[in-house]
């Protein structure tokens, strides 16, 4: 099982020119920044890596990408306050600290898991699903050969 954050690429590497009237801020920026996202094959290798799984029987969960990086995996406080460097993250509410890559690594599996246990699509929202009958959980079980 891999998770990963379902990333709208197409987005995240739009213009940033905009119009006769209301021109872009930091254009030059911006355009850097799109030109690495995009040489760096995001969607491509997010596409590999599905198809891969998929070929040696793995899963490929994606987890919507609200607030991974400012939800603390103790408390579950968000606020992005939580971030204040790129580097650091410390909860405002329970004081919990760690390095902000690994928290939003945290989060990320954590949906992942919910996605994967109840078929939830994220971290957005609690689950309200039940476990499923036992009568189902059964036929996903693989079945004894006959003998030979």
């Given at each position: 099982?891999?998770?990963?954050?379902?990333?709208?690429?197409?987005?995240?590497?739009?213009?940033?020119?905009?119009?006769?009237v209301?021109?872009?801020?930091?254009?030059?920026?911006?355009a850097?920044?799109?030109?690495?996202?995009?040489d760096?094959?995001?969607?491509?290798?997010?596409?590999?890596?599905?198809?891969?799984?998929?070929?040696?029987?793995?899963?490929?969960i994606?987890?919507?990408?609200?607030?991974?990086s400012?939800?603390?995996?103790?408390?579950?406080?968000?606020?992005?306050d939580?971030?204040?460097?790129?580097?650091v993250?410390?909860?405002?509410?329970?004081?919990?600290?760690?390095?902000?890559?690994l928290?939003?690594?945290?989060?990320?599996?954590?949906?992942?898991?919910?996605?994967?246990?109840?078929?939830?699509?994220?971290?957005?929202?609690?689950?309200v699903?039940?476990?499923?009958?036992?009568?189902?959980?059964?036929?996903?079980?693989?079945?004894?050969?006959?003998?030979?």
């Amino acid at each position: 099982m891999v998770v990963i954050e379902d990333l709208k690429v197409s987005n995240m590497s739009a213009s940033a020119k905009g119009t006769v009237v209301a021109p872009g801020k930091n254009v030059k920026a911006k355009a850097g920044l799109n030109k690495s996202i995009l040489d760096q094959g995001w969607y491509e290798f997010r596409r590999q890596l599905d198809y891969k799984l998929l070929w040696r029987g793995g899963a490929l969960i994606t987890v919507a990408p609200h607030h991974t990086s400012q939800e603390c995996p103790v408390c579950h406080f968000v606020s992005p306050d939580n971030r204040k460097s790129q580097a650091v993250f410390r909860c405002v509410n329970c004081g919990y600290t760690e390095n902000a890559d690994l928290v939003s690594a945290i989060n990320i599996k954590a949906a992942g898991h919910a996605v994967l246990a109840c078929g939830e699509c994220g971290a957005e929202r609690p689950s309200v699903k039940q476990e499923p009958p036992r009568a189902a959980v059964i036929s996903l079980l693989p079945r004894e050969s006959p003998p030979l």
